[in-house]
């Protein structure tokens, strides 16, 4: 990262937030210098994943929601993440369009990002530009992503808080959800409630909620039916989302989920870092692809190759004296 990068960012420049935004996304050499500049300067804002079938109105609701959050005073990051498109490999913008008004203001930061090719999930840059924004001064970011697949899991670790939208007639979509993200789930949102059948996807969440033991939660999450296009009921939405906030980070619900996601950052590092260690200590690449062939073709078992290869990988406690 140049200095002139660097000194934009920390003056509060937009266009090298987003410039710093860029980098983390397409140099990961680079990404562990940037982290190591932007981490020391986060105050923890809030990161809230809205999740929800196609269509629902999570992108009206983040914006709706964003208002809300502005005549509170705070300020707003917005990650849309959206799958990627088949023809341009690029985020589709019609996020963007649809948050529009929001636009012109300082104190909201709107970013739209691809998902990561093939898998539907988030990119793995997502978490970092929850960083950024932080960093950037942003108090809370709302992380949009399409609830279906691999994204909706994703979105549970990266955030702190999740709300669902739904929309009315969508009873059989709720039992299509994934199962990890109705317990997750911290907040409902029935969207959509100027159209009939509000009440009965609430009432079934309801049902759903009181049924399901599994809940770590004792409280059971607010339902709310809402208008986002309208803009009915939202204030409320937002009053009981930062409720809702309230009580998780007192239950000290915030530190669990960031220690979690800590471990498990150091531990996927060090598992790359090894494996890249052992292949290139070992040369082992290409002969694990010939045995992949060979054992492919027969009914050979895998482990005996597997133990060979892990025999030829010594870890021996450092004892150079160095740290
Ligand atoms: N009737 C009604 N329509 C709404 C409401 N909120 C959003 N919509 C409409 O629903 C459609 C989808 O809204 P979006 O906000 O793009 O929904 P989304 O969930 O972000 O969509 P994807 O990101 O494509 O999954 C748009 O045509 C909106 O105008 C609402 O409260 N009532
Ligand atoms: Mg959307």
Redesign the pocket.
């Known amino acids: 990262m140049t200095p002139e990068l660097w000194n934009g960012f920390l003056k509060g420049d937009r266009i090298s937030c987003a410039r710093v935004i860029s980098l983390l996304e397409n140099e990961p050499d680079s990404r562990s210098d940037v982290l190591d500049r932007l981490y020391p300067l986060r105050k923890g804002a809030t990161r809230i994943g809205i999740t929800?079938?196609?269509?629902?109105?999570?992108?009206?609701?983040?914006?709706a929601l964003t208002k809300e959050a502005r005549s509170a005073d705070h300020t707003v990051g917005i990650i849309?993440v959206?799958p990627t498109s088949p023809f341009s490999g690029g985020a589709?913008l019609?996020?963007r369009i649809?948050m529009n008004e929001l636009t012109g203001d300082e104190g909201v930061f709107i970013r739209s990002m691809a998902s990561r090719e093939g898998h539907g999930g988030l990119s793995p840059s997502t978490p970092y530009v929850a960083d950024v924004f932080d960093a950037f001064g942003m108090d809370m970011v709302f992380i949009?992503t399409?609830g279906v697949g691999q994204a909706e899991i994703d979105v549970l670790t990266c955030a702190d808080i999740i709300v669902v939208?739904l929309?009315p007639s969508t009873g059989d979509t709720i039992q299509a959800l994934k199962a990890g993200i109705l317990e997750a789930a911290d907040m409902f949102l029935v969207?959509?409630?100027?159209?009939p059948g509000a009440d009965m996807v609430q009432e079934s969440l309801r049902f759903m909620l009181e049924m399901d033991t599994r809940r770590e939660d004792q409280h059971l999450p607010p339902i709310l039916a809402?208008?986002?296009?309208?803009d009915?009921g939202m204030d409320e939405a937002f009053a009981q989302l930062m409720q809702v906030i309230e009580r998780l980070g007192d239950a000290g619900r915030f530190l669990a989920k960031r220690k979690e996601r800590i471990e498990r950052e150091v531990i996927e590092a060090m598992r790359k870092i090894l494996y890249d260690d052992f292949l290139a200590k070992s040369g082992a690449r290409d002969e694990i692809e010939q045995f992949a062939v060979r054992c492919a073709e027969s009914n050979q078992s895998p482990f005996p190759f597997i133990r060979e290869l892990s025999s030829r990988v010594k870890m021996e406690p450092r004892n150079d004296g160095k740290t």
Request: glycine residues 12%; proline residues 6%.
């Open positions: 929800g079938p196609p269509g629902v109105g999570k992108s009206t609701v983040t914006a849309a959206d589709f019609g996020d649809r949009e399409v939208v929309q969207n959509k409630a100027d159209l809402v208008s986002a296009r309208n009915t």
